[in-house]
């Protein structure tokens, strides 16, 4: 019976565990993806602004450290309410999908 507890034991921690890591994984593809469709036209896949339209804009290196710097509610409102020429994407994207690509931006950091 021992046995038998340890293997349930042990599957609800593996299963526990792929559960969390699978879905930090689905959400960090859920991201890119998010940023691949809404943000790469303008900031480039790598977020150098090195786009026509970012060149253009005078676009930030989203992994500068004058970018990275800012706080993530200052990136968030920047997402959600626009800012100059940048749309605003409230009720566009989910706040998920904003929380994402501000998580997004992080790994772009130099």
Known sequence: MN???ARIAAA???AGAFFLFGSASAKADDAAATFKSKCVACHGADGSGNTSIGKSMHLRDLGSADVQKQSD???T???TNGKGAMPSYKGKLTDDQIHGLVTYIRTLKK
Do not use: N
Request: hydrophobic share 75%; charged share 25%; glycine share 0%.
């Open 3 to 5: 046995r038998l507890k």
């Open 12 to 14: 609800l921690i593996f």
């Open 73 to 75: 509610a200052d990136l």
């Open 77 to 79: 409102a920047m997402i």
